[in-house]
């Protein structure tokens, strides 16, 4: 088993008509076995600009904790906050910088650019980043998300069919995969307001 799937996972970003959406499995298992179904792995780093870590658990931990300071680090140099594009570059770089010993992570990146554009995003564990105009996914279930995302997804949806395109292409694909699942937790990201949702497994 690659170290990536050691703790399960799936993570999707979508994009929305001057809004995206972001979501993520809840499970948080030791290869087949469920260790707590209400694991958190989207983070946000400001209002309109949110990060999930999928692959190992740990290292997503430490990952996040250190782009938490270093943004806040920027926040007070430059009296602003992180376009998602410079952090997009910043997470890169700082995978990159451990290149010979890498965190074991993949980052799913998405957030509200100049004029409300939405911004999403994901990299390998060494920070190639792979930028995309509709969704990005990762984790153990990303080839199923591929498929439901590829089927479901339309361009210029309003936040509320965005919310329900991006909870049915995640709950359908990871009943697709064993080593994630349990629900999921969904952010809906407009340039007025941020929802946030959890959604129940079908086996609940």
Request: hydrophobic fraction near 40%; glycine fraction near 8%.
């Amino acid at each position: 088993m690659s170290i990536f799937e050691y703790n399960g996972s799936a993570l999707v970003a979508m994009v929305g008509k001057n809004c995206f959406a972001i979501a993520s499995d809840r499970r948080l298992g030791v290869q087949l076995q469920t260790i707590a179904t209400d694991f958190q792995r989207i983070s946000k780093i400001h209002d309109k600009l949110f990060i999930g870590l999928s692959g190992l658990a740990t290292d997503s931990q430490t990952l996040y904790q250190r782009l938490v300071f270093r943004h806040k680090l920027y926040q007070l140099r430059e009296e602003c906050d992180m376009k998602p594009e410079t952090f997009a570059s910043l997470v890169s770089s700082m995978q990159y910088e451990k290149r010979f010993g890498p965190y074991f992570c993949q980052p799913v990146i998405a957030g509200l650019g100049d004029d409300d554009k939405p911004f999403i995003c994901t990299m390998d564990a060494i920070g190639a980043k792979e930028l995309a105009k509709d969704f990005v996914v990762a984790g153990t279930a990303s080839e199923s998300l591929y498929g439901a995302c590829e089927s479901m997804f339309k361009p210029d949806m309003e936040a509320e069919e965005l919310f329900e395109t991006i909870s049915q292409a995640l709950l359908s694909s990871v009943d697709r995969d064993c080593l994630s699942g349990w629900g999921g937790h969904v952010y809906v990201v407009t340039p007025t307001e941020v929802k946030e949702r959890i959604l129940k497994g079908r086996m609940d």
